[in-house]
């Protein structure tokens, strides 16, 4: 079953400032956070009128139910003439388990700069995650394999997610996506879609150069997520993930995103730091 993005991101209005988002059908497991950011950012935008985000930087505090719908309750924290201001709470059980906060900012015209587009080949020169090479896939965390069929999100990986043994593992992975199926024109949506996308693989920069050194699969979870979105966006079509973890201590990696359009536009970067824990090697010998 594929995960229907369109109707997770409908939010249902409750009251003025109090919005309702439900996950669709999935088998088990929580809800994954790209999921909530994306719902946490719709229901800001509920309460933002001709706008665009920016930025936004969020902190996970609970897994996700879901079983429940998620109640999120905005802030309506400033208004000004260029920017605005929100705060969202999302809600399960009477309990927080995310916290968001986003700026919007009224189209203007500035100075602009980015940095260039790594060199890869076309997207479908490389293969999908179900497509990947048998050794990567039984190397995944528990569940990431059917997770890649069961998100709207066609990923195409230049550096496979877990690299085989044989494979060299430097702290950074590259892979291009698009949604499986189109959303309409709304920005927002686009927006949204992209805040979901940008926390698919992020993590996997931060498990690459470790995994050939532990025997176990790693306990993973994101502990907040950050965007800043530079130019326009349409999740529809094809984009560059270029991921790196310039550092991990503390059972934490820390990971960098860039996000580039097909036609070579920095469309937004993500920051994210993970939990990984990997359990203790067995002893050596008898």
């Not at 994306?38 to 309460?47: C, I, N, R, S």
């Not at 665009?52 to 999120?72: A, Q, T």
């Not at 003439?81 to 919007?104: K, M, P």
Request: aromatic share 10%.
């Amino acid at each position: 079953m594929t995960f229907d993005l369109r109707a997770a991101l409908t939010l249902e209005q409750l009251e003025i400032n109090l919005f309702r988002g439900r996950t669709p059908p999935r088998e088990r497991g929580r809800i994954f956070g790209g999921q909530v950011i994306a719902q946490a950012l719709m229901a800001a935008y509920g309460t933002v009128e001709d706008r665009l985000c920016h930025s936004l930087h969020g902190y996970f505090m609970r897994p996700g139910d879901p079983s429940v719908p998620i109640i999120f309750d905005v802030d309506r924290s400033r208004d000004g003439r260029s920017f605005a201001t929100r705060r969202v709470v999302a809600i399960q059980h009477g309990q927080q388990i995310f916290n968001l906060a986003a700026s919007f900012h009224v189209p203007e015209a500035g100075a602009e700069h980015q940095a260039p587009m790594p060199a890869t080949g076309a997207p479908e020169t490389y293969p999908q995650a179900s497509e990947l090479r048998a050794e990567n896939v039984a190397l995944m965390p528990d569940g990431q394999s059917a997770f890649y069929n069961y998100i709207p999100v066609e990923w195409r990986f230049v550096d496979p997610p877990i690299p085989a043994e044989d494979d060299p593992a430097p702290a950074r992975q590259r892979a291009w996506f698009r949604l499986r199926e189109p959303l309409s024109e709304d920005p927002r949506l686009h927006q949204a879609a992209l805040a979901y996308c940008s926390d698919v693989a992020l993590i996997g920069a931060a498990i690459r150069p470790h995994r050939r050194s532990h025997a176990a699969r790693p306990q993973t979870a994101s502990l907040d997520h950050a965007m800043w979105f530079h130019r326009p966006v349409d999740a529809n079509q094809w984009h560059l993930y270029e991921m790196q973890s310039p550092s991990a201590s503390g059972a934490r990696g820390f990971n960098l995103g860039a996000i580039y359009s097909q036609a070579g536009a920095l469309v937004a970067n993500a920051a994210q730091e993970d939990l990984i824990r990997f359990a203790p090697d067995p002893p050596k010998g008898v």
